[in-house]
Structures are given as C-alpha cells and as structure tokens.
C-alpha cells in the first residue's frame, strides 16, 4: 500500500523558535497534502491543503502566517510552526491523497516549553 | 460545510461479539466515506471505505454500510478481538472537494 513518512517524530523545543516538519510520499506522488493536529483524545482537526505547486489552502481559524506550508514537489510538503508557544503542542500528523483515498503519516509530537 | 456526527464516543464489548459504530453527515452531496482505526500515539489507518454508488461493502470481519437518504453510515465488525481495541474514527469527504471531515472517534475496547 501506499506508505507516507514524517519526521521528526518526537520534538521539544523552546517557546518562540520555530520548528519544521517534514511529511513525504515514500512510493506514491501526491499531488495533495493535508495537514491534521490532533489534541489527547480528540479527533483529527483539518489545518491546511496542500497542493504541489501552488499555495495551500488553510482551514478557518488557522493562522497561515504562524503555520507555513510548503509542498514543492509531489513527494514533499512540510509544515513550519512559527514562533511556536505551548498552546501550539500538538499530535501533527499529514496525509498523502492517492485518488479518493489519504494515507496518514506517523505524526509528529510537538512540545513546546 | 460537511459536519459529521459519531456515535458512540466509547464502546466496550465482550471477545466474539459484535460491534457497531454510526456516523451520520450533513452534506448531501458527499460521495466518500472512510473508516480509519487509530491506536494510541499511531497514526490513523484505513479499515474500510465506501462510495456513494455502493449500500454496503464487506472485508472479512468489518462491513459498512451506507444509506444516502438518511445520510448515515455503520461500521460493523463481526467476532471481535482484543486487537481489535483502538480509537474508530468515520469521515467523509464532501462532493465540492476533497477534504475529508472526521467524526469525534469512538473507543472500543474488547474485553477478553
């Protein structure tokens, strides 16, 4: 099946310093990205659309400026967390869409100190 | 846009029973619904899917099913397991884009 990798898997960084993520397509092009985050408990809350080339498209109340997302080719798109607080920590977890079907990343833990 | 609803938010039942998990949309148009399993700190993976040109679907232990009228979908797994224990969630992906909208999960655990 098609297999999407993320990394890093674990962060901890430092109130006001930014932090990327990296999600990648291993065996299939995606010409669509998603990005999740996900609180203890809860369900996946849709943050971003990424598409290769072109600008992503964010959910309402997400903050484009703080969350930068880049898809540059068809098997990378990565997320920045800038100026990252600890209301950012987060499950962040994306996904590669092959036809109907998206195929979910590892995630990535973020605390933030 | 696209709401979904999902019930029950936890569900315990005995080894060999079965277990059935609903989810109910507001997007009539919506044309995709998948069910992914998520086990603690994992990441969420596809069980099932159906389209809306299908009523149900089956892979060995899990069905769905799908009614268009009411806009409600079933996950049901048949001779459950304690591996079967994890976090379901439902979705569905509205006829306008390719977004899926997630349902709020519900934790089944299988009591050996």
């Known amino acids: 099946g098609a297999v999407v990798s993320q990394h890093p898997s674990r962060v901890i960084c430092k109130s006001g310093t930014s932090v990327k993520i990296e999600c990648r397509s291993l065996d299939f092009q995606a010409t669509t990205m998603f990005w999740y985050r996900q609180f203890p408990k809860q369900s996946l809350m849709l943050m971003a659309t990424?598409?290769?080339?072109?600008?992503?498209?964010?959910e309402q109340g997400v903050e484009k400026d703080k969350f930068l997302i880049n898809h540059a080719s068809l098997t990378l798109s990565t997320l920045t967390v800038t100026s990252a607080h600890p209301e950012d920590s987060s499950f962040y977890i994306c996904?590669?869409?092959?036809?109907?079907?998206?195929?979910f990343g590892p995630g990535t833990r973020l605390t933030v100190l | 846009g696209e709401n979904v609803e999902q019930h029950p938010s936890t569900l315990s039942v005995q080894e060999g029973d079965s277990a059935v998990i609903k989810c109910t949309y507001s997007d009539s148009a919506s044309n995709y619904f998948p069910w992914y399993k998520q086990e603690l700190g994992k990441r969420p993976q596809l069980i099932i899917d159906?389209?809306?040109?299908?009523g149900e679907k089956k892979d060995q232990r899990i069905a769905v099913t799908l009614n268009k009228t009411a806009k409600h979908f079933s996950l049901h797994i048949t001779e459950t397991q304690p591996e079967d224990s994890a976090v379901y969630f439902c979705a569905a992906r509205g006829g306008a884009t390719n977004k899926l909208i997630f349902g709020t999960g519900t934790l089944l655990a299988v009591q050996p």
């Open positions: 990424s598409n290769e080339g072109s600008k992503a498209t964010y």
């Open positions: 996904s590669g869409s092959l036809t109907d079907t998206q195929y």
């Open positions: 159906i389209r809306s040109n299908v």
